[in-house]
């Protein structure tokens, strides 16, 4: 090759260079990326006095002291995410969960020809009972609570709001069991 092709191979390269960096600068002036005025994601770390850190965790209520002021009927708006897993009408049948009629108050694992887990099953076995105090624990945090359980959901972290759908399933019986009373409330663990 003589020195006019080492030319022509040059001037292709550097004409596609700048075509490209001509591109580069037109699809800027198009698509303008305005900057923020902060840039990066605001953290919001609490301050000095306003909880976390070294703060101990607010004291809930006893499961007794929030059931006397639950909401039924705000529970059965929250317990709409059960459905997805579970199904609430006497009789119905189990879906990737299992029928929660009557679970208040009835035995864990409740549900007959249902495949529990085997931590279920075990609390089963072992005669526990779906108390109140074991469906607001259960429902904070249902892998914490049982370890093994077959159930995904993370939990309802607003204690009102369990005790609101504990309500609502407690009125999902033939014979709801009556509240516990106020005054007879275990203290809160701290």
Known sequence: MDSFEYNKVAGAVLGTALLVM??????EIVFD??????PGYVINVPKEGEGGGNQPPAAIEPIAVRLAKADAKAGANTAKACLACHT?????PAKIGPNLYNVVGGPDAHMAGFPYSAAM????????KWTFEDLDH???DPKGYVPGTAMTFAGIK???????????????SDSPLPLPPVEAAPAAPA
Do not use: C, M, W
């Open 121 to 128: 099953q075990k609390r089963h076995d072992d005669g526990d």
């Open 22 to 27: 001509a591109l580069s600068i037109g699809s």
């Open 138 to 140: 259960f429902l904070a």
């Open 158 to 172: 607003d204690p009102q709001a369990r005790a609101n759908v504990i309500d609502y399933l407690r009125t999902l």
């Open 33 to 38: 990326q305005p900057t923020p005025a902060k």
């Open 88 to 92: 609430l009408e006497k009789g119905q």
